[in-house]
């Protein structure tokens, strides 16, 4: 199995060539150069079993089954619930699917715990030690803090924006008191971060010298362990029922895991709703207009405020006929203009595959997590709410609506305060947490300031 790069002009390579890369030398996002054929679980297959049966569909002749259940096995033990994400029911034909249930209360504990274990295992082999490189919206800097603190093998550097995570969310990726894990707080918002990051990445000398890697969501092996919970709802539901997933979005990798999922015969089809918040680039994409890079506006569904999803770019690349200088094309025209004009048949052919956007705003979010409570008893999240809102919008009554449930309320204390008038704790097994020292340092938002700070953690070691 090879992946080649979404921009048309990198070698392609293997799965863990891919995974160690997290961007192509061309800019591009690595995909693979044709979907696997997986047969879809039973009912009674375990997590574990299905994700050991995607990622050896993925992962093809560069990691034998028997290390990838050792992975998997170690990845998943610690959840707090057995099947890892369970499905919930929240009204007739609806369903949620919590995906919070991992060390750090949101979905991307599930492939960062993944991702942790495959890097543990190639660097522990080659003898190795990186530096992973991780911009966070709020929840993939704590996951990847949990995920790799008190690794051997690897230094970790998180960026946030600062004062636009939550205080919980910053929690978790400040106080591990691991000496491998770093934390910058940068003066700015997501997408900034996020541009460093892939800068640096690019700069090859400076990727070679500091031995760099990304663990965002752009990562591939992150792409492929979400899709196993769409293969596991799928399996649950029924392997013949039609099912709308509804996907709080923001740098879209769990919708196009989902779309990853279905391609690979995993899923009935591909019906999926992005649900996005005041930051509605993708909303607007697919009504026609510009791909823009404007300011994200910060909103109650922090992790969701991002404007150009990074993941889109594989999408894209599909809907563009896998013409990588199509894909190309129009990211030069951004970065050059912050704006690019996507080919039509390419945004039409969006449309037919599957893919919609739902705007959900701040108010409808709060009236949603207390319409939810009233109905179900739940407290959901904020991002769970832009979700269950949009699931709300239009009829489906061939199959089953499910929500990605995406974090604990309990990472969003002020919110549900907002919403409910309720104060809710951390969970037991994440109060510990609360008691920890933070330690971050604050900058500003710019390439040369991040670059110091990695060589001179490089030099420290
Ligand atoms: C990351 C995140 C999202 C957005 O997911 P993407 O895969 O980036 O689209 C939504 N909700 C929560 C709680 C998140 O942490």
């Known amino acids: 199995m090879n992946y080649v790069s979404t921009r048309g002009n990198a070698p392609a390579v293997d799965f863990v060539s891919a995974s160690l890369a997290g961007l192509a030398p061309d800019g591009g996002l690595y995909s693979p150069e044709t979907f696997p054929e997986i047969a879809r679980p039973g009912v009674s297959a375990t997590y574990p079993d299905i994700a050991v049966r995607i990622l050896k569909a993925f992962a093809g002749d560069s990691l034998d089954e028997e290390i990838i259940r050792g992975l998997v ?6 959840f707090a619930h057995k099947s890892v994400a369970p499905l919930t029911q929240v009204g007739p034909g609806r369903w949620m699917l919590e995906l919070h249930h991992g060390p750090t209360l949101a979905f991307k504990d599930v492939a960062m715990r993944l991702i942790a274990q495959l890097y543990d295992h190639i660097l522990g082999e080659r003898g190795e030690r990186m530096t992973i490189l991780c911009a966070t919206s709020g929840d993939t800097g704590g996951a990847a803090a949990a995920a790799f603190a008190g690794s051997s093998n690897v230094d970790l550097v ?13 929690l978790f990726m400040t106080a591990t008191g691991a000496s491998n894990v770093h ?55 029924g392997a013949e029922t039609r099912i709308r997933f509804v996907v709080p979005t923001g740098n879209f990798g769990d919708a196009l895991a989902g779309y990853v999922a279905a ?4 899923l009935t089809g591909f019906e999926c709703v992005a649900a996005v918040n005041a930051n509605d680039a993708l909303a607007r994409l697919l009504e026609g207009n510009a791909l823009t890079r404007g300011a994200t506006q910060p909103t109650l569904s922090p992790a969701m405020d991002i404007q150009l999803p990074s ?12 013409d990588g200088a199509i894909v190309a094309r129009a990211y030069d025209q951004l970065a050059a203009t912050g704006k690019s ?26 009236e949603e997590m207390r319409r939810t409570h009233a109905e179900t008893g739940w407290i959901v999240c904020p991002h769970t709410a832009v979700g269950l809102a949009a699931a709300r919008r239009g009829e489906f009554p061939e199959g ?27 969970p037991e097994r994440a109060a510990d947490f609360a008691t920890r020292q933070e330690v971050f340092a604050v900058g500003p938002m710019s390439e040369a300031f991040v670059r110091d700070r990695i060589d001179s953690i490089v030099r420290g070691r």
């Open 73 to 78: 096995d170690r990845a998943y033990a610690p």
């Open 158 to 170: 998180i960026l946030h924006p600062l004062d636009r995570v939550s205080p919980t969310q910053r």
């Open 183 to 237: 934390n910058l707080a940068l003066e700015g918002d997501f997408d900034g971060t996020q541009a460093i990051l892939k800068r640096l990445l690019a700069d090859e000398q400076f990727r070679r010298r500091t031995h760099l890697a990304a663990v965002n969501s752009i990562n591939w092996t992150r792409v492929a362990a979400q899709s196993v919970y769409f293969a596991q709802a799928q399996a649950q539901l």
């Open 263 to 266: 391609r690979s015969g995993l």
């Open 311 to 322: 993941n889109f770019e594989r999408l894209l690349f599909e809907a563009a006929g896998r």
């Open 341 to 366: 004009d996507l080919p039509k048949e390419a945004i039409r052919s969006l449309g037919e595959m599957g893919l919609s956007a739902e705007r959900v705003s701040d108010a409808e979010t709060l």
């Open 400 to 426: 089953a609506i499910v929500t990605l449930a995406t974090a604990h309320a309990a990472k969003f204390p002020e919110t549900v305060e907002k919403a409910l008038g309720v104060r809710l704790d951390l």
